[in-house]
């Protein structure tokens, strides 16, 4: 399994950005995905996660602003994040478990400025 995210970038506060995360290999409807972000100093924690039947549960400081989805044909799963704040300012990494081994992607960079 690997795990290709992007979609990552600076933008203003307000703004908003769609990250982007392809699954290689096989069986990707049968997985739960999600996103989780690092910000310097700070451990990473979820941000938002879906399940294989297409239920997502969201980070409270997300809720509202952030919704995440999944393509199933195209092995993709998304991360539209609208209203912006500059505390959203971490990388962010796609995240799958498959049994018992989880997976990472190698992180997208999202900056948000004042």
């Known amino acids: 399994v690997q795990l290709q995210a992007s979609g990552g970038g600076l933008v203003q506060a307000g703004g908003s950005l769609r990250l982007s995360c392809a699954m290689s290999g096989s069986f990707f409807s049968l997985y739960a995905m999600g996103w989780y972000r690092q910000a310097p100093g700070n451990e990473r924690e979820l941000v938002a996660r879906?399940?294989?039947?297409?239920?997502?549960d969201y980070k409270d400081s997300v809720k509202g602003r952030f919704t995440i989805s999944r393509d199933n044909a195209q092995n993709t799963v998304y991360l539209q994040m609208n209203r912006l704040k500059p505390e959203d300012t971490a990388v962010y990494y796609c995240?799958?478990?498959?049994?018992?081994?989880?997976?990472w992607g190698r992180g997208t960079q999202v900056t948000v400025s004042s």
């Open positions: 879906i399940s294989s039947g297409g239920s997502s």
């Open positions: 995240w799958t478990r498959v049994a018992v081994t989880q997976y």
